[in-house]
């Protein structure tokens, strides 16, 4: 193999099949990417083979040993994607959670977090081009003139790092071409949707190239009010890329990539579900409004209560640099250099009642700069062996204020002291060192032997309290609770930190250190017994670091950390080609043993009550299926299904087990949140010529996902009912399209409906403070798209 074809000219996955108009719903794997090639097409009007750069190495697509998902960057806008959070429309297996203050929580296969912490790290982490984005709410603008995204199920630990326990979703953007080109997409929807975005990319000297994209997005209010006449939900996202790639000879290659994105739409609010107050008795505060009497929110997706005083519109906005290199060090080893600076901030606002009483807002404000550098080697021995070594350094810093203003509850007092707002500040700095290495060994033609590790070390320090927010409402409260706590008396400043220690003395700050470390592993052993056919087993173990709580502590122990959790995963699965690939057919069985898992619970928090926390689960387990399949019935019809079994139990309970209502609870043999045990995505794709130059087609996208739950449950007879309205019912969506086009895709007209049937559904479900809430999905949306492409 020359050293221009490995490093430079590596064909990467291009979802795209023969006689296709888009590309369709279905399994296929790659690890990340850094140059794109054409998809091939197959001459015998079956569906196209696959390339694809896994674990960071050309190969077909059915010679990879590990379960992934993808999509082109055409497939994700026809089926309405633009943003992470919707991927569930594609990915089996794939859910979303929002937490109760907005961010992003996504999982694969049950595996995620959901914590309230903006610098709580993800099981599921999101790369750009191999450029890690460390925090899910970095990824909003991800989706922007892309090649192509995988998601990669199951751990990906070894060349990923750690926080990929769930899996990893890798985005690999549309690359500079040595050709001018250029393009523009235009669409027009219900409630004022308007959404452009363009591109222009081709060379500006014999050895540079660019490519400029660009995105705005703009959508009217489509929530309504449904006991005021008021709406909310407009939407103003604006999203840039720039990539220049520089290839001064044949020998060396530099790709740089600046990108940034802000978003001042408004919040979507949640919808009462029923007044669940903390407290009640004589020692409850008495709440100033008729909250118990307000109505329910409706079955009715648009349907929301806020208080209409506030502004909503949250201030967000993240920016990028990145600069990759790649040193062919030798015909057979090439040196490539991955360094890179984030930095997003936040403003995030909510009314977390879901009335219109001004009862409570919160605002959750950040920052983080981020900075990573990786340097590793890869290369050949011969035609046996493929190897790869390398070290990474990442360093974090999240600042967080989470403001309650108002916060008027049940619970919101201590004796006759009531308090109606505070913060919480929660600052962390985040270190992280690792070394990694693969390699693979072919011990004959059809069975080759993989193994791959990763050493990291993690330093992660923490300073925060609870605080008055200068009113002193709180001090004098808290003040009060030290002095019968200590029996002497105690004051503290307005502003300052209400946090006490455990014998109930004023803290100044609560500080804090966790230090850990892991090695993260994975065995493979794949059989080709021919060309079509690959039978793989794996065994791997990987990490989740631990992290420190964003929650109202009147103690410093409720700061304490929850410790990184692994898992230990066992996968065996086959990837098929049959009928002259006009059949594809993928399956894994996996089986994945947790400890310490981390999971959405409660914790009681005096004097505030029962509010959501994460919890450590000791002993937990994961297993499950999943079937893909997709066939090419005739050179206009493309079918494809698939399905994923999910079946998760905890199997031991943490420390003091608290349910959502504030009663002592057994986790043991509950599925975990936000998990549902079946999902499943049908996709068809008709496409017809109707003249010489221009073609018709026509499909629909429908996904299902069974029940599930928002928190683990207590369990106990007494509030059985209250804990049956955190149950998020199944549900099924059907998306539909259909349009005409040029026989060269230059230019493309499309009408289409998402969730045409108006379904209501929910995705989310909480308990916090005296509010029990739910969010919606969107109700039916229709519009028209427009593509044209220039130079082409």
């Known amino acids: ?59 077909r697509l059915q010679d990879v040993a590990m379960s992934v998902t993808a999509a082109t960057g055409q497939q994700l806008q026809t089926l309405g994607i633009t943003n992470t959070s919707q991927l569930d429309k594609l990915v089996p297996g794939f859910s979303v959670d929002q937490t109760v203050y907005g961010t992003p929580v996504y999982l694969i296969r049950g595996i995620g977090f959901n914590d309230t912490s903006l610098g709580v790290s993800p099981a599921v982490t999101i790369y750009m081009d191999q450029i890690p984005l460390p925090f899910s709410p970095m990824s909003r603008g991800a989706i922007l003139d892309l090649e192509r995204v995988e998601v990669l199920k199951g751990p990906q630990g070894t060349l990923f790092g750690e926080n990929s326990t769930g899996g990893a979703i890798n985005y690999v953007t549309a690359k500079p071409t040595d050709t001018f080109q250029a393009g523009v997409d235009l669409t027009y929807g219900r409630f004022n949707e308007m959404d452009a975005e363009a591109f222009v990319s081709g060379p500006i000297t014999s050895t540079v190239s660019a490519r400029f994209a660009v995105r705005n997005e703009y959508q009217g209010d489509w929530q309504k009010g449904y006991t005021v006449d008021e709406t909310n939900g407009q939407k103003q996202f604006h999203n840039a890329r720039l990539l220049i790639d520089w290839k001064p000879s044949d020998i060396a290659k530099f790709e740089f990539m600046a990108s940034g994105w802000t978003d001042h739409s408004e919040t979507q609010q949640p919808q009462d579900i029923a007044y669940t107050p903390l407290a009640s008795g004589p020692g409850a505060r008495v709440v100033p409004y008729p909250v118990a009497s307000f109505p329910a929110a409706p079955m009715d997706p648009r349907a929301a209560a806020w208080n209409p005083a506030d502004n909503l519109s949250q201030d967000s906005s993240f920016y990028q640099f990145a600069l990759r290199a790649d040193i062919n060090v030798t015909d057979t080893t090439t040196l490539t250099s991955l360094t890179s600076y984030e930095y997003y901030k936040q403003n995030i606002p909510l009314d977390l009642s879901g009335t219109t009483y001004p009862l409570a807002r919160t605002a959750d404000r950040g920052a983080i700069p981020s900075f990573s550098q990786e340097l590793r080697l890869d ?26 203003n108002p916060l008027i509850t049940s619970g919101t007092n201590v004796g006759p002291f009531n308090f109606d707002s505070f913060l919480i500040d929660n600052d962390q700095t985040i270190k992280s060192k690792s070394g ?62 209400v946090t006490l220690t455990s014998t109930g003395q004023p803290l100044s700050i609560v500080t804090g250190q966790l230090n850990q470390n892991n090695v993260s592993w994975r065995e493979s052993l794949n ?12 065994v791997s173990k990987g990490y989740k670091s631990g992290s420190f709580p964003t929650e109202p502590s ?19 699965g086959f990837k098929l080609d049959r009928l002259s690939r006009m059949l594809e ?75 959502p209502y504030g009663n002592a609870a057994n986790f043991v043999g509950q599925s975990f949140p936000y998990t ?19 073609y018709s087609f026509f499909g629909a996208n429908l996904s299902a996902r069974s029940a599930t739950n928002g928190a683990l449950l207590s369990g106990v007879t007494a509030v059985a009912a209250e804990e049956s309205l955190l149950r998020i019912p199944s549900f099924t969506l059907l998306d539909l399209r259909a349009g005409i086009e040029s026989d060269q895709g230059r230019w493309r007209v499309e009408i289409w409906g998402r969730n045409v049937t108006n379904r209501f559904y929910v995705t989310g479900a909480t308990r916090n403070s005296d509010f029990t809430t739910r969010f919606t ?3 039916a949306t229709f519009g028209i798209s427009l593509r044209y492409r220039f130079g082409q």
């Open 585 to 659: 057919l993928n399956g894994a069985a996996f089986y994945y043993d947790y400890t310490d898992k981390q999971l959405l619970g409660y914790l009681v928090v005096p004097p505030f009550g029962s509010l959501p926390s994460l919890v450590s689960i000791p002993k937990s387990k994961v297993e499950g299926a999943e079937l893909s399949a997709t066939l090419h019935l005739t050179p206009a019809l493309t079918l494809s299904a698939s399905g994923t079994y999910i079946e998760t139990r905890v199997g031991e309970n943490p420390p003091n087990p608290t349910g």
């Open 554 to 572: 009147s103690l410093s122990i409720q700061f304490n950390p929850v410790p990184q959790e692994s898992v230990l995963a066992y996968e065996v």
């Open 1 to 59: 193999m020359s050293m221009s074809s490995r490093s430079f000219k590596r064909p990467c996955l291009v979802v795209l099949f023969a006689a296709s108009s888009i590309g369709q719903s279905m399994p296929c794997a790659a690890q990340t990417a850094s140059t794109v090639a054409p998809a091939t097409t197959a001459n015998d009007g079956g569906l196209a083979e696959i390339i694809v750069t896994a674990e960071k190495r050309t190969e």
């Open 676 to 694: 549902p045990r079946w999902q499943g995505v049908l996709d068809s794709q008709y496409r017809v010529p109707i003249s010489n130059s221009l």
């Open 527 to 538: 059989w080709k017994p021919d060309h079509d056919t690959l039978l793989y087993a794996n």
């Open 777 to 779: 999905g969107m109700p």
């Open 379 to 404: 290369g050949v021995f011969g035609d046996r062996v493929k190897w790869m070594v390398g070290g990474n350094y990442e360093h974090d810093r999240v600042d967080e204020t989470l403001g309650f």
């Open 436 to 497: 990694f290495g693969s390699l693979d060994f072919a011990i004959t033609e059809s069975l080759t032997a993989q193994s791959s590790a990763r050493y990291t070390a993690q330093d992660r320090s923490f300073s925060g309290c609870t605080r008055d927010d200068g009113n002193g409402e709180l001090a004098g409260a808290i003040g009060f609770l030290s002095t019968l706590l200590t029996g002497t008396p105690q004051t503290i400043p307005p502003g300052g930190c």
